[in-house]
């Protein structure tokens, strides 16, 4: 198996209540990670995050915006340690993040949502393909049910029958009775397979 060069933190992003900001303190005292907390002015915090072997280290910046720490990140790791610790705090804290885990040959692109792995993109000499993508079958699967433009279609259907039966009945020429039949006869298929 390949080694990591390095894990690249292109944007993230973590959004965090009160006690959130607590839980995420403690959680790093808990990876044998160095923490300083600065606080800064109108609330704002910023944390420092070094590996125990002072190798490496992580400035994150909070924003206090109402009653939520709102911190962006972009950084690159080379250590283990500390690399893992964030990867865990972006997991268990729902962090949004796109992550390239650099190979010596390609490179491995993460995209997180909410804490979860999305999408994993393999780019490796210009080619891109994408190697894991989470579906989300249940969400469409609401979405669809949900979804007003069946009920819309059919109401619009049964206006174009009820327009095309006052016609029939204004009209006495055969061949205009035939195109208007031939029309009514569509449109009842298409009513009968869209209330299907």
């Not at 992003?13 to 808990?30: A, I, K, Y």
């Not at 865990?88 to 804290?93: H, I, N, T």
């Amino acid at each position: 198996m390949a080694q990591r060069i390095a894990t690249e933190y292109v944007k993230a992003c973590l959004r965090l209540t009160e006690e959130e900001m607590s839980r995420f303190v403690r959680f790093f005292g808990d990876q044998h990670v160095r923490l300083q907390v600065r606080v800064l002015e109108g609330g704002n915090q910023e944390l420092v995050l070094e590996d125990e072997a002072g190798k490496e280290e992580v400035r994150l910046t909070f924003e206090r915006q109402k009653d939520v720490y709102v911190g962006v990140l972009s950084c690159r790791l080379v250590h283990p340690k500390l690399t893992n610790a964030l990867r865990k705090a972006m997991s268990m804290f729902k962090g949004d993040a796109i992550v390239n885990r650099i190979y010596p040959s390609y490179t491995m692109i993460y995209y997180y949502t909410g804490g979860a792995v999305r999408k994993i993109v393999e780019q490796s000499r210009g080619a891109a393909r994408v190697v894991f993508e989470l579906k989300d079958t249940i969400g469409e699967l609401e979405r669809r049910f949900r979804s007003t433009g069946v009920e819309q279609d059919i109401v619009r259907i049964k206006q174009a029958i009820n327009e095309l039966l006052d016609l029939r009945n204004q009209t006495q020429h055969a061949r205009e009775l035939a195109a208007i039949d031939d029309r009514l006869r569509k449109h009842a298929q298409a009513l009968f397979v869209l209330e299907a």
